[in-house]
Structures are given as C-alpha cells and as structure tokens.
C-alpha cells in the first residue's frame, strides 16, 4: 500500500493548474447515458471518475479516456443495462446520480445504494420524493431501490425542502426527457448544477431559470454533445489553504474566480493578499496566518463545507483562536483525531470546532479518514516541522487529480514509498539512532526523492 511521505516546514511557492471539478464530472457522467455521444473535456483523473466509468461500461455504453489530454468519449449507442449493482455502487459514493439518468433512458433503474459514509447518513428521500412526483414507482429494498415508469415520466412542480446538490442533479436530468414541463424550486445553485445545466443544454435539453425556479421542459431526445468540466473550486480552495498554511506565494490558473467568492474572504481575514486576474490567483501568506473569527458551513453561494477541512488545517498554526461550525454534514471532523497527532489544539463540541492556534506542529503517521479529511492531513504535514507519512490514500484518490505531482510543482516535498519501508526505516532509525530530518524514519531521504 502506498504511503505519502511529506518533508513540511518549507513554504510553497510556483504556479499550478486546477483541474476539472470532481463534483462537476459526475452528474454529467450520469447525464451522458442520455446523448448517442459525449466528449469530455478537462476530465481529471480520479478513482471517483474511474468508478462512474465502470457503471458506464457495466451498462453498455463503450467509454475511452485519452488520459494525456484528460478528454473522456462516451458512446451509448449499445447501452442496454439499467441496473447498477452494489459491487459497482459501493464503489462511489455517489453512484445514486444514476438513478435520474437510468429512469429518463430506460423508464426503470435497479440501483444499490452504499450505506452512509463516513460524513454521516447519506439520506435520499429528497431525490425519491421528487421522481415519484414524476410517476416513478420505487420500491426501496434493503440495499438498493427498484424503480419504474408507466410509460414516460411526467412533468411536475418540485419544491425541495432543502437545497440538495445530489437531488436537485438527478430531478434535472430525468426531467430533461420527461413529457411536460418540470419546475424546480427551492434547488440547490451550486456551480456544479450550472455545469450539469449547460452540459444537457448543449445536448437539446431546454433548461431555464425563471422567477427564481429551474424550468425543464421536456424534448424527445438529446444529441451528441461536445463538452468542457468546469474548474474544481475545492481543488483550488484546497491548494491556496497549502500555501496559507505553509506562509508560502502561489499562482493557480484555471480557476473561476466568482465560484471562489465565499472561500476568498477567509484567506484575506487570515492575513493572506490575494491577487486576481481573469482565471488566475496568486495568495501572498505571512509568516503567522491570523485566526478565523467564527466560519459556519451552508449550501452555495455561503462557504463550501467542502473546503472546511482544508482550512481548518491552514488555521492550526494561527496565532490564536479559529472557530469552525458545520451546517451541512452531520460530521465533517473525523480528521481532528490525527490533527492533534501533530499537537493541533482542537476542542470539538458537536458541530463546532474551536482551533487555539500552536507555535509548531510536529510531524507524525497519518491515516486520511474521507476525501476533504485527507487533503487537510497533507496540508498539516506541509506545514509541520519535519518528515510525516499519510495512508490510506484512495480517499484522496477520490478527488484530487495526481495531487503529489501539483504540491512538488509547488515547490512541495513530497515522495509516495511503500508503508513496510516505514517499517524498516524505523528500526533501522532507532538502532543507528538517526533522529534528524536527514532521515524520515530511517530512510535515507536521498534514497526515497523522485520515487513517486
Ligand atoms: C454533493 O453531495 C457533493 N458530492 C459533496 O461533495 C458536497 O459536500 C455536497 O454536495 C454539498 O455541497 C458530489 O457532488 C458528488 P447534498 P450530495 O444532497 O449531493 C441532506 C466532496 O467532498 N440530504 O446536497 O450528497 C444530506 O444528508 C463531497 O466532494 C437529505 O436530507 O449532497 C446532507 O446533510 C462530499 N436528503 C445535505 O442534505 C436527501 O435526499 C447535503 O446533501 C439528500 C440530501
């Protein structure tokens, strides 16, 4: 299994690219089964997007990634399969972005569903509450739903009690070829549903904002569509926080600066000086990032519960008290444990966290605990003084494209090693006694650069 070594301490400074957003590729994924054809432009790779290729493929369609260009085809024309199985479904966890997809296709879905993940229940009553309201019949079984459609579905007048990303995405994409018209109220208004909406528009879909509701009037079908993943803001949010954290100056190009505009605020009340220019921001740190007054967590345009962990890590060597409340997720704080590994100071009530900022962080043996949880983890160790190793890497795997090639562009050191060379490094470190940063747990660090 491999590990993430990290040499912290060292600031980071360069210029990266942000890749195409995980949470933008998904939905249009699903939404594709709906085209004859799709490209895919700006596809990162992630297991996540690997996982919602193999639903693809299990379902007929034929899908081909060339990986260099990151531009994914998906052909549908021999799609014939409208159940995704728990073997496939519990590989990501939001494979329920299927179901709207599968319903519009076929007019049926058989579909596992994960259990909860480790954020917390993952409801979705929301999402089954609305198709019914389009004439699905789902019969929810343990483990999975077994869906169908009299006919097609039907047009109706949706309101969501709360803005759910996941539900608003499946309602769009079913409604897309239902008979009628179709509006949605109360839905979320993440960049990512704006995304989904200019995929299905460029595909025939008729999809319009009016009066504060999504109308979706149905058409009969959708084209071949030719398309381009929007900028993943979490990825950017995750990358500045580095460099806050690390009191380094760094330039991300490619991004979309007004999907940024809740997270900027938090950099600039840390000390940070922020400059922007078209699709590019370049975050100056100071040496001692100031504390964050009080950050709650809401559905967009307030601040990303996505991006919560990574800042958070930005602000354990703050000079004094950060306070971090989450509003979306029951619990987003599975990572603090490994925080206070490294002598973090974090005092967790519920669902508020209170940071008191410390002189140092020392580093440690990480385990990443979920996607956002683990991004928070390598931040920490950039910062910490000395050499950490993070497992249990497939979280971060999920939803950051090749994250260890963009952090050594940032001047980063960080080098992946198998976890038994940690092993041996560490009896050989204590029989030779090495204790210094010239070798990270005995292993000589010169043997261990460029391994990645
Ligand atoms: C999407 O998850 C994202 N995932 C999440 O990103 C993101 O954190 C979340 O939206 C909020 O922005 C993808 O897009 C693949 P929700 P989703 O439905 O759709 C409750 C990451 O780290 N709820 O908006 O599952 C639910 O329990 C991931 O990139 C219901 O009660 O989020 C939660 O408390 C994590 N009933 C809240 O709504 C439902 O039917 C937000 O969920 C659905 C949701």
Redesign the pocket.
Known sequence: MNVMAIEGGLPLYGEAEVHGA???V??VLSAALLCPKATIRSCPLLS?VWAARRILEHLGCKVSMADSERILQINTSSANGYGVPESLAGEM??S??FLGALLARWGKAHIALPGG?R???????????GLRQMGVRIIEQEGGLICSVDGTLKGADICL?????????NLLIAASLAKGITTLRGM?V?P?IDGLIDFLNRAGARIYRKEGCLCIEGVEFLHEVDYTIIPDR?EAATYLSAAAATGGEITLKKVCLPHLDAVLPVFEEMGCTLKTKQDEISLSAPKRLSPIHSLSTA??PRF???ALAPVMAASLLADGASRFEEL???SRYLHVNQFEKMGANVHMEGRTALVNGVAFLRSARLHCT???GGAALVIAALAAKGVSFIDELQHIY??YDDMPAVIRQLGGKVWMISSGSIETGEKERKKEGFSNLGYAAGIPLAQTQGVL
């Open positions: 995980k949470n933008a998904l939905p996540d966890r939001s329920i972005i993940c954020l917390g229940p993952r409801p979705i009553d929301l999402h089954i509450n009690r709360y803005p759910s990303v996941g539900a608003t995405e979320a993440e990512e979490i559905p967009y990303p519960t996505d979306v997720f029951q979920d996607l956002r999920r939803g």
